[in-house]
């Protein structure tokens, strides 16, 4: 099996900068991609960014292009989101997500393991 720990949420100012941590341990598979989402107070989670695991291809949504950052550790199996300039409509729980199948969901892919969030709370 596979599990994902995140780490790196808390409070900061309107502005400024976070990085998240996602590290992965167990299996590995031969397609697999790492998504990041979000869920706002009172709103339904949604995908906004992912990097595939073998070449670090990386894709993000226009609302966090040019603020948010995905990047990779191969060493150290860890995934991570540099998150600039940032707002208060950020304020979410943030998940990292395995997605080792083609699917439906976000980007193309079928998330099947999940990390347990870390809070982000953007002050104004």
């Known amino acids: 099996q596979v599990q994902l720990v995140e780490s790196g949420g808390r409070l900061v100012q309107a502005g400024g900068s976070l990085r998240l941590s996602c590290a992965a341990s167990g299996r590995t598979f031969s397609v697999s991609v790492v998504g990041w989402f979000r869920q706002p107070p009172g709103k339904e989670r949604e995908g906004f960014a992912y990097?595939?695991?073998?070449?670090?291809?990386?894709y993000s949504d226009p609302s966090v292009r040019g603020r948010f950052t995905a990047s990779k550790d191969g060493a150290k199996n860890t995934v991570y989101l540099q998150m600039n300039s940032l707002k208060p409509e950020d304020t979410a729980v943030y998940y990292c997500a395995l997605g080792v199948r083609y699917g439906l969901e976000f980007g193309g892919y079928a998330y099947d393991f999940w990390g347990q969030g870390t809070q982000v709370t953007v002050s104004s």
């Open positions: 990097i595939h695991t073998d070449d670090a291809f990386t």
